[in-house]
């Protein structure tokens, strides 16, 4: 969006709600509050949505830059020095202490290794559902 649309826009939207509030100021009785009610809330819910959609814009360019340049970004294992397939950073390391045979030791938390949403390969397994939707039953 260029800044002359970007500033139609907005300028539109408080210009809606500021014709709102001269209605409200100029017309007597219950329409005056009326129209000043339903154009100062109309003007409002446009700059907001303008507001979400600017962020919309934005995570979508970082987005877009990401790929370009191939970065995982601050939480990828190639950012914050995991190790590769051996899954071991030393006896003690971040990912836990491993056994001769690569077993966990005990005490350790266990998580069935075909659960989504489970690392595999430095990735996150992408999950059956998404947000808001419910489980299925199998």
């Not at 826009?9 to 500021?18: E, L, N, P, T």
């Not at 446009?46 to 507001?51: D, H, P, T």
């Not at 202490?97 to 996150?124: F, I, K, M, T, Y």
């Amino acid at each position: 969006m260029t800044r002359r649309q970007r500033t139609l826009r907005y300028g539109a939207s408080i210009a809606v709600a500021v014709i709102g509030v001269a209605c409200g100021a100029l017309i007597p009785g219950s329409a005056g509050g009326t129209a000043a009610t339903v154009l100062v809330g109309i003007g409002l819910v446009g700059v907001v949505s303008l507001i979400f959609y600017e962020v919309g814009l934005t995570e979508d360019r970082d987005r877009a830059r990401q790929q370009r340049t191939g970065d995982g970004g601050a939480g990828s294992p190639h950012a914050t020095g995991a190790t590769g397939a051996s899954g071991a950073t030393g006896a003690t390391g971040a990912t836990g202490a491993r056994g001769a045979d690569g077993e966990r030791l005990s005490g350790e938390h266990r998580v069935a290794e075909d659960q989504p949403g489970e690392h595999q390969g430095g990735r996150l397994r992408p999950l059956d559902r998404r947000r808001g939707q419910r489980r299925r039953l199998r």
